[in-house]
């Protein structure tokens, strides 16, 4: 199994994703390759949290140009976790 960290590289801080915080959700940026149940497993080892479900979403990178030159950032791909009723992250 890879090690959680490589699966979860971070937490994503927005404004949709505090609003998400009442509903006890959590918005992860996670390796593309990683599927649900290792976010799940990765989250419940690194935060020691009983997880209810996870939604993925590939973000598709953006075109950007830089005077002549087209380019475009990367994808990536975000997990929205729910977690059990009783269970919290402390993001302080």
Known sequence: MK?????VKGMIRTEKGSVML???KYLFWVDIAA??????????????????????VMMRG???R???A???TSDWKKAI???E???KIDIT
Do not use: F, Q
């Open 81 to 83: 976790v729910t977690l």
């Open 3 to 7: 090690d959680p960290h490589d699966i």
């Open 70 to 72: 087209v380019g475009k």
């Open 22 to 24: 009442r509903l006890n």
């Open 35 to 56: 599927n649900k149940i290792e976010v799940k497993k990765a989250i419940e080892d690194m935060y020691k949290v009983k997880v209810d479900s996870v939604n993925t």
């Open 85 to 87: 009723a009783g269970s």
């Open 62 to 64: 953006k075109l950007k």
């Open 66 to 68: 830089v005077r002549y």
